[in-house]
């Protein structure tokens, strides 16, 4: 009963709304520039390199700007891996391998350099978004939007530090090293991404929609849990969320925005996840959910309505086989003694 009140209860905010401006600066400038020259259909480059910014909130400059281009460097990777497996022209098969390959490598990376936030969800999403792209991109094009977007968001991450109020101390700190069981906890989390997300991305296959990385990237979301309930609870406020943000997106789909309209209607919508993801998932989810479908339109327009329903099956999908995955480790941390290190 005790989950259900805190699924109504929304923390008190604790300075959100800095990150949260960090990363729609990070976004905005680059989808600005990027519409002053009608080119809107790479702005997922951008998008994808922004999520550079989300790393290190909170944290001292010197530590933030460490995270950051940790995580930037894997995001180009895991792009400009996605663009090539795109241009090679693969199956449906291979590119669901390849994205659970890289949900593996990118938990293993950030949870051994205790990157925040944990987990490969935004690898998944880099990696899988660049391959599933029908046609693919320019690569240089991509990879050069997608990296300019990194270096902005670095570059944003510590600008602060020049003001006197909000200057850190510019000091290294180094992560405390892992011990053995935590080396193992690391393993075992990067074998159960493999297997979460290659299950989910099949699975999504069989269901016919053929936007499988939408399916992926929730089979993610789980696993980054701390712990199983936590784990649990992640994945329910995932399909919650996106079916309120599927409402949300309704509308705004409905009103076709163009231009500067649709710049600000996007950047509005990535200011209020900013806002609220460290807080109410779900909440966060609603807004995710349509920022999704606006710049997805915006790469490939289609039918809206069998966008959303897409959406909405893929999400459910993957959720639920995360959530299958993690209950499933912690019966046999509990019956077979086995770790599962979430």
Do not use: C
């Amino acid at each position: 009963m005790h989950r259900v009140r805190d699924f109504f209860h929304i923390p008190v905010a604790d300075n959100d709304y800095h990150p949260a401006l960090r990363i729609v600066l990070g976004v905005g400038i680059p989808l600005l520039v990027l519409l002053a020259a009608d080119r809107m259909d790479v702005a997922v480059f951008a998008t994808l390199g922004a999520f550079t910014g989300v790393y290190g909130r909170g944290l001292a400059h010197r530590v933030r700007f460490s995270q950051q281009w940790r995580a930037g460097l894997m995001m180009l990777a895991a792009i400009t891996a996605g663009l090539v497996v795109s241009g090679l022209g693969l199956g449906y098969g291979a590119l669901v391998a390849g994205t659970a390959v890289v949900g593996a490598l990118g938990s293993a990376a950030a949870r051994l350099r205790r990157l925040k936030p944990a987990g490969s969800l935004f690898f998944v999403f880099g990696f899988s978004v660049s391959a599933f792209m029908t046609p693919p991109a320019a690569f240089a094009e991509a990879v050069g939007i997608a990296t300019a977007t990194v270096v902005l968001s670095l570059v944003i991450g510590v600008i602060g530090w020049v003001v006197p109020g909000h200057r850190t101390p510019w000091v290294r700190v180094r992560p405390p090293q892992l011990d053995r069981e935590e080396r193992r906890a690391v393993y075992v989390a990067a074998l159960l991404h493999l297997a979460a997300i290659w299950t989910a991305g099949t699975v999504a296959g069989w269901s016919g929609f053929g936007r499988g990385y939408w399916a992926m990237v929730a089979a993610s979301v789980p696993l980054q849990g701390a712990v199983t309930g936590h784990g649990v609870s992640r994945g329910i406020h995932r399909i919650i969320g996106t079916l309120s943000g599927l409402v949300l997106a309704g509308v705004l789909l409905g009103l076709d925005f163009q231009g500067v309209q649709f710049a600000a209607v996007v950047l509005l919508l990535q200011f209020f996840v900013q806002l609220f993801v460290t807080r109410h998932y779900a909440l966060a989810q609603t807004f995710v959910t349509p920022l999704a479908l606006l710049m997805t339109e915006a790469v490939h327009p289609t039918n809206p309505w069998s966008l959303m329903s897409e959406r909405l099956v893929e999400t459910v999908i993957g959720a639920s086989v995360g959530i299958a995955f993690v209950l499933a480790m912690e019966w046999l941390r509990r019956v077979r003694g086995v770790g599962v290190g979430l």
